[in-house]
C-alpha cells in the first residue's frame, strides 16, 4: 500500500527558503512522475511543480525560478526546495503522483490517497 510522508515545514521568513521532503513507500518510486501539490485555506490542491521519472522538470508559474523539484531514487523521496518565500506560498504541501493537466483533473483525484502533508507559513 502507498505510503507518501511529508516533511519539512514549519514557520518560515519571507525570502528565506526551506526544503521539503516526501518519503515515498508501497510504489516503484523510480518508474513515477511525481508531483508537490498544496493547498491554502478555502482551495483546492493546486500544482507546484512536477518531476518525471527521467528528471524532466515542470513548475507552476507562481513558482517558477523560486522552487526547485528534485528526487533521490535510491531513497524513495522526493524533494523541493522553496526560496524567496512569499506570504502567498503559506500552504499546506503534498507530494503524490503527478498527473498532467492537473486543474482539469483535481476533483478527480479528491479521494484519491494523500498523506497528511507538511504545513509551511511564511510570515511578512
Known amino acids: 500500500q502507498v505510503q507518501l510522508v511529508e516533511s519539512g515545514g514549519g514557520l518560515v521568513q519571507a525570502g528565506g527558503s526551506v526544503r521539503l521532503s516526501c518519503v515515498a513507500s508501497?510504489?516503484?518510486?523510480?518508474?513515477?512522475?511525481m508531483a508537490w501539490y498544496r493547498q491554502a485555506p478555502g482551495n483546492h490542491r493546486e500544482f507546484v511543480a512536477s518531476?518525471?521519472?527521467?528528471?524532466?522538470?515542470n513548475y507552476a508559474d507562481s513558482v517558477k525560478g523560486r522552487f526547485t523539484i528534485s528526487r533521490d531514487n535510491a531513497k524513495n523521496t522526493l524533494y523541493l526546495q522553496m526560496a524567496s518565500l512569499k506570504p502567498e506560498d503559506t500552504a499546506v504541501y503534498y507530494c503524490?503522483?503527478?498527473?498532467?493537466?492537473?486543474?482539469?483533473?483535481?476533483?478527480?483525484?479528491?479521494?484519491?490517497?494523500w498523506g497528511q502533508g507538511t504545513r509551511v507559513t511564511v510570515s511578512s
Open positions: 503524490n503522483f503527478a498527473y498532467s493537466d492537473w486543474e482539469s483533473v483535481w476533483w478527480i483525484h479528491e479521494n484519491d490517497y
Open positions: 508501497g510504489i516503484y518510486f523510480s518508474i513515477n512522475d
Open positions: 518531476i518525471t521519472s527521467n528528471s524532466n522538470t
